[in-house]
């Protein structure tokens, strides 16, 4: 059964991605995973994973 986990906030700063990334990662060890960074300003999910960017959308 899938499911969707949202971790979302209104204030800049407070950690979001960093909570997203960990949990999506720790999830990834048993589940498929699909990872969504929305931040239009500076989406760093794929910095905190380690890896380069595939695509830039302008």
């Known amino acids: ?3 969707v986990l949202a971790v979302t906030g209104g204030k800049g700063g407070t950690g979001k991605s960093t909570v997203a990334t960990a949990l999506a ?3 990834a060890k048993r589940h498929e995973v699909l ?3 929305l931040d239009v300003e500076c989406p760093n999910d794929a910095l905190l994973l380690g ?3 595939m695509w830039l959308v302008q």
């Open 25 to 27: 990662s720790k999830l």
């Open 51 to 53: 890896i380069q960017k």
């Open 1 to 3: 059964m899938p499911y």
């Open 35 to 37: 990872l969504l960074d």
